[in-house]
Nanobody, 114 residues
Framework: QVQLVESGGGLVQPGGSLRLSCAASNNVFERNTMGWYRQAPEKQRELVATITSGGSTYYAGSVKGRFTISRNGIRTVYLQMNSLKPEDTAVYYC?????????WGKGTLVTVSS
């Protein structure tokens, strides 16, 4: 079982920035994909961004140009969030996929409000 722990969430004003971090435990293979999902109250969880072990990235259209996903090795992933909007308010979950199996963190809350 892979353990994922997120950090960096909090309260920020519209237009501000936050940097989320996610650290994975051992038992992580060299070939994997890590990413961030988010879920607002009474809404479905949605994909925000992913990054493969080879460095290929994907962004949801709603965050492209504002968010940047990056990683450090095979166990750590970051999400730099700039120009935050109230619509970005959600619990953000770290995700790791390897050999077709999904692992999830417990989430970190991001609130964008004046």
């Amino acid at each position: 079982q892979v353990q994922l722990v997120e950090s960096g969430g909090g309260l920020v004003q519209p237009g501000g920035s936050l940097r989320l971090s996610c650290a994975a435990s051992n038992n992580v293979f060299e070939r994997n994909t890590m990413g961030w999902y988010r879920q607002a109250p009474e809404k479905q969880r949605e994909l925000v961004a992913t990054i493969t072990s080879g460095g290929s990235t994907y962004y949801a259209g709603s965050v492209k140009g504002r968010f940047t996903i990056s990683r450090n090795g095979i166990r750590t992933v970051y999400l730099q969030m700039n120009s935050l909007k109230p619509e970005d308010t959600a619990v953000y979950y770290c995700n790791l996929v390897q050999i077709g199996v999904d692992y999830w963190g417990k989430g970190t809350l991001v609130t964008v409000s004046s």
